[in-house]
């Protein structure tokens, strides 16, 4: 059970290098990467190195990077503040309406879109600089853009959901058409919970409607900035691209399957940058001087944020070849309690698996197992499968490792160790306890 203590010392040290002796995130992630490590033994150089090029060809390295510098030169420019200000006027005079925005947006986007890391790029890229100018802390805005980045596992039909469904053991107790209903209600109540937590939020951080004199009119919100509402664009131009009515004939023209071919994750900021440096050319730097002064002002966030995803990955790439999978799937085969016990300890399992992997991973090591422990207490196969899926959801909101915690650290320029203990509280946990519910039949699927 080495690769399992491996995990439990990651989170212990990275928790006590952070909070502790109040070093930064850079620093406790390296510090995790080389605790893990450490328990490979003779093999620890190999593995520690393998690990580290894996992560440096993750796309979740280069999106944080990328929407860092994507905020940076948004910064620059009045592009952002045009779009807020029609947002504004439209949403303006509803406290926290730029906090219900972002979680209904999640939701939607999630159901299309399914890719956690994705979901929050896009969200967060306009909902983040928005909830900052409406009066809403840099460490809140995080949090609730990486707290909904999971919806996209809890509707239909995601990759996620389709590596459960297709592994023989749960094709063997249920039809792969079984899950679709039940999950679709699971991912209402999960952006159920999160809009009465948006609620809450609100009403906790004494948050207020944009004051009447600082609306700007919808008709001249919409005259001055209406080139900013290009900045959707980007956005929706690689999704109609890979799951809009246009991706099936170019599929067939070209035989790729365009969801797989072209990357959400990759390409939405190489757009807005690209469409940023065009509508906000007249006021960006027009020499080498100058560009080199904006990277020197970037230069602090793009080492923290950087080092704390490639550590996170190459932590995670050890923990693989510890075989952590395996060994937590040999631990859940192992349990035997009733229903209750059973769900708490198969969601609270699946929650710590969902630490260093993503969803998919998650599902593709142990998710068929956990429908099968369920199962055997008596609950049915497509409850079963529709909990495990929220379970695993919670991989967006699972510090230290969620890749959608560092995309919306990096866009709203925060500690992405400030969020950690929020999206536990308000996301991870709450989230595990309706996944609980849901598998025991109090809140219906």
Known sequence: MIAIWALLAFIASIVFWNAVLKRNIGEAMIVGFVVV???????????????????????????????????????????????????????????????????????????????????TAAVGSVTVPWMKRSGVSGELSATVVAGCAGMGVTFPFSATMFILVGSSTVTGMMAADDIIVPLAIAGLWCLGYRLVLSYYLVRKNGLQPIAPEDRIPVKRSLR????????????????????????APIAHYTDLVMSSALSLITWIPVLMILLVLFLGRRHLPKTSTGWWKVLGDAAPQFGVIGITIVAAFSASAVLAKLKLPQQLTAMLESLSAPSWLMAILVGIIIVIIAIPLTASATMASVGPVAVAALV??????????????VFASTEGASPPSGAPIYVASGIARIDPSKIFMPLLRYYCIPILGIGVLIALGLLPV
Request: net charge neutral; proline share 6%.
């Open 224 to 247: 001055v900035g209406w080139t900013s509402l290009l900045l959707f664009v980007p956005i929706l131009i690689p999704l109609l691209l890979t799951r809009g009515p246009v991706a």
């Open 37 to 119: 490590g450490a328990f490979a033994g003779r093999d620890a150089p190999k593995y520690m190195w393998e690990g580290f090029v894996n992560s440096m060809q993750e796309e979740v390295t280069f999106a944080g990077l990328a929407f860092i510098f994507m905020s940076f030169i948004l910064a620059k420019t009045p592009v952002l503040d045009r779009l807020i200000d029609i947002l504004n006027s439209f949403l303006g005079r509803l406290r926290g309406g730029p906090i219900y925005t972002s979680t209904v947006a999640g939701g939607m986007f999630g159901a299309i879109a399914h890719v956690g890391a994705s979901v």
């Open 376 to 389: 055997g207490t008596g609950i049915a196969a497509p409850v079963a499968a529709a909990a495990v899926l």
